[in-house]
C-alpha cells in the first residue's frame, strides 16, 4: 500500500532538512544552528521559508547552505536570520510527529498481527513518500531502500528485535535515516537519532553487524550517545 499524505511529506522533509544542517555544520565547523519556529509551529505544513542562525562558525556559512541544500533538494528558501529551537531539539520532532500521525495505524497493524501471525513493515522515504507490506507469518522481508523513517509489528506483547531488525535498523542509521520503531499490542520500542553520528558512533554500528545476541545489541546501542533507545 502506498502512503503519502502531509505527515508523510513532513517527515520526509524535515528527515532531508536535518541532515542538511548537519552538513552546513560540519562544513563550516558551526558549533550549532538555530532554526525558526516555522518549522515546529506549522507542522505538518511545510514552511515556504526557513530562517537558520549558524552560531559560532569558523567559516562562513553561505557556501555550504548553498551546496547542501541543492544536495538535499531544500526545495524552501533558506534565510539567514533569527532562530529558535536549536539543531538538536529537531531530531524529537521524528518521533513527535510519528506519535501524532502513524502510531495508531500501526497499532491496528499490530493488532492484525496477533490474530493472523503476520507481520507490517511501513517506510518512509526521504522524498515524503511512504509504504506498507504486509509479510508473512512472524517475519516480514524489509525492502533494503533508503529511508528516513521505519516501523514494523511484531506477533507478541515485547518489542524484541531479532538480528534481521538490527540489521534493518543499522541500514537505516548509516544511510542517515531516524527512527525506527517495533510495535505490538502492548509495549512499542523506539530507536532513534537524537544528535549527528560521529566517528565513534559509526565505528560502534558498524561493530553491531557480527553481533547475534540480543542483549549484546542493545548493551551497544546504549552506549552510542547519538542514539536513544526508548519503550513506550
Request: net charge negative; glycine share 4%.
Amino acid at each position: 500500500m502506498i502512503l503519502e499524505n502531509s505527515s508523510t511529506k513532513y517527515i520526509g522533509f524535515l528527515s532531508r532538512f536535518i541532515n542538511f544542517l548537519e552538513d552546513v555544520l560540519d562544513d563550516a565547523w558551526c558549533e550549532d544552528i538555530f532554526v525558526d519556529k516555522n518549522i515546529y509551529d506549522n507542522r505538518p505544513i511545510i514552511p515556504s521559508t526557513i530562517e537558520i542562525d549558524p552560531y559560532k562558525c569558523s567559516y562562513e556559512p553561505e557556501e555550504s547552505i548553498k551546496i547542501f541544500s541543492s544536495q538535499w533538494d531544500i526545495d524552501v528558501d533558506i534565510a539567514i536570520g533569527k532562530g529558535y529551537y536549536s539543531l538538536n531539539e529537531l531530531y524529537f520532532l521524528i518521533p513527535s510527529i510519528y506519535v501524532e500521525s502513524l502510531h495508531y495505524l500501526m497499532k491496528n497493524y499490530a493488532s492484525k498481527t496477533m490474530i493472523n501471525e503476520r507481520e507490517y513493515f511501513l517506510a518512509i522515504l526521504f522524498n515524503g513518500k511512504g509504504f506498507l507490506v504486509e509479510g508473512e507469518v512472524d517475519h516480514v522481508r524489509i525492502p533494503f531502500i533508503r529511508h528516513c523513517l521505519s516501523s514494523h509489528t511484531h506477533p507478541s506483547h515485547l518489542p524484541i528485535p531479532s538480528k534481521r531488525d538490527i540489521e534493518a535498523v543499522l541500514y537505516m542509521m548509516l544511510n542517515r535515516g531516524f527512527l525506527h520503531v517495533i510495535e505490538t499490542v502492548g509495549t512499542s520500542l523506539y530507536i532513534y537519532r537524537i544528535k549527528p553520528l560521529s566517528e565513534d558512533d559509526l565505528i560502534k554500528l558498524r561493530s553491531m553487524e557480527s553481533l547475534n545476541n540480543y542483549r549484546d545489541f542493545m548493551s551497544v546501542f546504549k552506549s552510542i550517545e547519538s542514539v536513544r533507545i526508548e519503550y513506550r
